[in-house]
């Protein structure tokens, strides 16, 4: 059912909490591959703030930093992971997290996505906003999303 999996990371350990829940299904659904991909964001300047304050080799050289770290980070959290039957691959994109994700699993040809959540809700929600929920609003594929351990929902 599910051959290719995408695994939205940002280096934190709620993201990871996802890792058993893909272990499983890439274990029960003879997966082929996971994909673990990491969004570098375009650096956010404060309002009223220029640009101009560095030269553009600067920005370049720090959002070249920026991809190089997310990559390795991709590269180490693959390589202690062992996902039988599974090739795992990483993939750094660039942009937007929820619009990144969602148009690469959409142009990749991707079975599901697995992210997880915060499970915030009401007004904390509205104020950080929700990577996951944005994505399973815009992708064209399913979406598993998990929430965190110690998450309490308030009925």
Known sequence: ???KILVPLDGSELAECV?????????????????????????????GESR???????????????????????????ARLDFKGAQLETKVLSGHAADALADYADG?????????????????????????ERILRSACVPVLM?????CVIKV
């Open 52 to 78: 101009l304050a560095l030269p553009e080799e600067q920005w370049k050289r720090l959002e070249e930093i920026r991809t190089h770290d997310s990559q390795k980070y991709l590269e180490q959290l693959a």
């Open 19 to 47: 890792l058993p829940q893909v272990e499983a299904i890439t274990t029960g659904c003879q997966v082929s591959t996971v994909v673990f991909a990491r969004v570098a964001e375009p650096l956010d300047i404060p309002e």
């Open 108 to 132: 990749n040809d991707f079975d599901l996505i697995v992210i997880a959540t915060h499970g915030r809700s009401g007004v904390s929600r509205w104020v950080w906003g929700s990577v996951a």
């Open 1 to 3: 059912m599910y051959t």
């Open 146 to 150: 998990v929430r965190a351990p110690g």
